[in-house]
Nanobody, 121 residues
Framework: QVQLVEFGGGLVQAGGSLRLSCAAS????????MGWYRQAPGKQRELVAD???????NYADFVKGRSTISRENAKNTVYLQMNNLELEDTAVYYC???????????????WGQGTQVTISS
């Protein structure tokens, strides 16, 4: 079984910064892409950013220039540094990871439980 646990959410004033982290644990062979999604009340879950195991990153337009995704493969951990936060960034942030549990296994997508990020004016 694979578990993803997020840390770092909280209440921040607009213009402030937060750093989210997500660590994967359990038994697995490899982790490919890791990413961050968010879901605001009444809205669909949407991609914020993701990053491959080789470090190639992809960002949603609404965070470009304000956020940086990174990862430490040795720690099976992905980070999301968010700066200049806006009220519209308020959401539950989820991390996910594309995981192979064995050499010949398929790749499965696992999700964390989510961490609340609230931006105040």
């Amino acid at each position: 079984q694979v578990q993803l646990v997020e840390f770092g959410g909280g209440l921040v004033q607009a213009g402030g910064s937060l750093r989210l982290s997500c660590a994967a644990s359990g038994r697995f062979y490899s982790i490919n892409t890791m990413g961050w999604y968010r879901q605001a009340p009444g809205k669909q879950r949407e991609l914020v950013a993701d990053i491959t195991s080789s470090g190639s990153a992809n960002y949603a337009d609404f965070v470009k220039g304000r956020s940086t995704i990174s990862r430490e493969n040795a720690k099976n951990t992905v980070y999301l540094q968010m700066n200049n936060l806006e009220l519209e960034d308020t959401a539950v942030y989820y991390c996910n990871a594309a995981v192979k549990t064995g050499f010949n296994s398929y790749e499965y997508l696992y999700w964390g439980q989510g961490t609340q990020v609230t931006i105040s004016s």
